[in-house]
């Protein structure tokens, strides 16, 4: 299967939601005084889990489970986790 004919751009909608919660995290962050770093991680899925990642935010199955979210998973070569590229 082509990896190419299956990424697809979020929308601009998608990508104010994320940037937005990005810079309010680190606006609460540095309220706390948390010593912490946020940056953007590329989480490739289909496009149908957007809904469900911007209501609830990206979460292990171990979260997921625990807070009753409907979902399926799609691989865990690495164990429970939440798996992120640097570099689209």
Avoid: C, W
């Amino acid at each position: 299967y082509n990896l190419v004919n299956y990424i697809a751009a979020v929308t601009r909608e998608d990508m104010f939601h994320f940037a937005k919660a990005m810079l309010e995290l680190q606006q609460e962050f540095l309220r706390q005084r948390i010593n912490g770093y946020i940056d953007v991680g590329y989480h490739y899925t289909a496009s149908t889990h957007m809904a469900n990642i911007r209501q609830h935010g990206l979460l292990t199955k171990k979260d997921r489970d625990s807070q009753r979210v409907n979902s399926t998973l799609h691989g865990s070569v690495f164990g429970d986790g939440i798996y992120t590229a640097n570099n689209p």
